[in-house]
């Protein structure tokens, strides 16, 4: 059985910097996409940065420059390095991967189980 499972989450001042991981588990033949969402209370799941198997990176705007996702292949785990953090980075993160598990016809979409950010001003 595939799982996500994320670490890294906590507390920090405003200006600090956290690093999150998120390691994939399990038989898996190929992971294709593997992205970081987050939660704030009250709003909606959005996206926060996406890499893929063929290397290309993209950030929601207000990240870009602060946050950068990188992937170990050889581990299946996805990082994201989060600087200069603001409060309004607070949130639930969560893992997402789109892979191809073993015995599977095509790619499926598995989240983590999600960690807290909360950035204090």
């Known amino acids: 059985q595939v799982q996500l499972v994320e670490s890294g989450g906590g507390l920090v001042q405003a200006g600090g910097s956290l690093r999150l991981s998120c390691a994939a588990s399990?038989?898996?033949?190929?992971?294709?996409?593997m992205a970081w969402y987050r939660q704030a209370p009250g709003q909606q799941r959005e996206l926060v940065a996406t890499t893929t198997s063929g290397g290309t990176i993209n950030y929601e705007d207000s990240v870009k420059g602060r946050f950068t996702i990188s992937r170990d292949n050889a581990k299946n785990t996805v990082y994201l390095q989060m600087n200069s953090l603001k409060p309004e980075d607070t949130a639930v993160y969560y893992c997402?991967?789109?892979?191809?598990?073993?015995?599977?016809?095509?790619?499926?979409?598995?989240w983590g189980q999600g960690t807290q950010v909360t950035v204090s001003s």
């Open positions: 997402n991967a789109y892979l191809v598990p073993l015995g599977a016809l095509r790619t499926q979409s598995y």
């Open positions: 399990g038989s898996i033949v190929s992971i294709n996409r």
